[in-house]
C-alpha cells in the first residue's frame, strides 16, 4: 500500500501507459542517485569537520554555516518534489528576524539549534541507499520490467512524497509559533531599549539641562540679593517662568510613557485628548463596553497617537478619522486621513516600526495609502481583559 497522501498532491492512478505523470516520476527517481551522492558527501563532511574542530574556535561556526547550507539542500529537495512529483510542501519558517540583530553568539546558538537544518541534515544521510536503490531499480525496469514499470515507479514516488513530507516540510504549527515569538522577543527587546534611549535623551537634553541652568541662575540670584536686590529679583523671577516650562517637559515626559489620563478614563478620553493636539480636525468613535489589559491599552493608545503626529507632519490633510472597537477577542484601531497618500512601511515614517510592535504582541498592521490618498490604517491586537477584573464585568465597566 502506497503511503497516505493528500488529495491535491495525489497523482492519477498508474496504468500501463506511461503518460507524463509517469515520465516525471521517472526522471525524478534517475535523479536521485547524483542528488543523494551530493547530499550524502556534504552531511559527512559538515559533520565530520565541524564535530573535529568543535574544539577550536571554527568548529561550532562552522557547523551553524553548514546546517545554514543544509537548509539550501532542503529547498532544492523541496522545489525538485514540488516540480516533478507536484508535491505540494510549505517552506518552512526562516531563521528568525530578531535574532540576526543580537550578536554573534546569539546568532551562533539559533543556527546550532536550528530543527530545520538538522531534519535535512538527516534526510541527505537516510537518502544515499534509497537514491541507489531507486536509481538500480527503475533503470532496471526501462529494460526489463517495462510492462509494470508504471506501478513500481509509482510506487517508489510515493514513498519519495512521504519521505520529503516527512523530513523537509514543517514539522508542525509549534515549530513555526516558536520561531515567530523568538523573532517578536527580540522586537520588544529592541524596542523597550529605543524607549528608554529616548526617555534618558529627552531628560538629558530638556528637563535635566533646564532645572541645571535653574540652579545657576538662583545661585547667582543669591549672591545679588545683598547687593543688587533688583537684580535678584529680575533672575528669581526668571527661574520661576523656567520651573515653570520644566515642569511641562517633565508632564510631556510622563505623558510619553503612560499618559494619567489613558489610566484613569481609559481609550476615549485618552485619545480624544492626543486628536486635539494633531494639526488637522479629528474626529474619534470609541465603541467598548468594557477595557483591555493594560498593556493592550498602552499598546492602541501610542499607536493613535504615532500615526497622528504621521497625519500632522506628513499627509497635508484636512481631516482624519480614528475609530475603535472589538470584534471578538480583537481589539481594532483604523486611523483616515484623507491626505495625498504614498505612505509606505519602508517610507521612513515609522510605519515599519508600528507594524513591527503589533506583530510581537500576536497583532496586525495593514497599511492602505494609494498615490493621491486617502491613506487608511487598521490594525488589531488581541483582547485580554484586566488581571483581576472578571470578563463579565469588564463588559460592564
Known sequence: MSPSLPDNDRPPPARFAFDRYTWKEIAYLLANLPMAVAGFVYAVFLVGVGAGLSVTVIGLPLLALGLTGARLLGRAERGRARGMLGLRVEEPSPMPRGLHGGGFFTWLWSGLKDPVGWRALLFSFMRLPWGIATFVVTLVGLFVLWPVLPFIVRGLANAD??????????????????????????????????????????????????????????????????????????????????????LQELRDLARGIHPAVLTDRGLDAALSAIASRCTVPV???????????????????????????????????????????????????????DGVGGARLDGGTGMSGLAERLGAVDGLFVLDSPEGGPTTVTAELPWRDRVGVPAKRAERA
Do not use: C
Open 161 to 246: 512524497r512521504a519521505m520529503v513530507r516527512g523530513l523537509l516540510s514543517p514539522s508542525d504549527e509549534l515549530e513555526r509559533r516558536i520561531a515567530e515569538l523568538e523573532s517578536d522577543r527580540g522586537v520588544v527587546v529592541d524596542t523597550a531599549a529605543a524607549d528608554l534611549r529616548r526617555i534618558e535623551r529627552d531628560l538629558h537634553d530638556g528637563a535635566q539641562a533646564r532645572l541645571v541652568a535653574l540652579a545657576m541662575g538662583l545661585g547667582l540670584a543669591k549672591e545679588k540679593l545683598s547687593d543688587d536686590p533688583e537684580a535678584a529679583a529680575r533672575m528669581v523671577d526668571e527661574a520661576h517662568g523656567e520651573v515653570k516650562v520644566a
Open 283 to 337: 474626529t474619534v468613535s470609541v465603541q467598548l463596553t468594557g477595557r483591555p489589559a493594560e498593556a493592550i491599552e498602552g499598546i492602541a493608545y501610542f499607536t493613535v497617537s504615532e500615526l497622528l503626529q504621521n497625519v500632522s507632519k506628513h499627509a497635508r490633510a484636512t481631516r482624519a478619522s480614528v475609530d475603535v472597537w472589538r470584534s471578538g477577542d480583537r481589539l481594532m484601531l483604523q486611523v483616515r486621513d
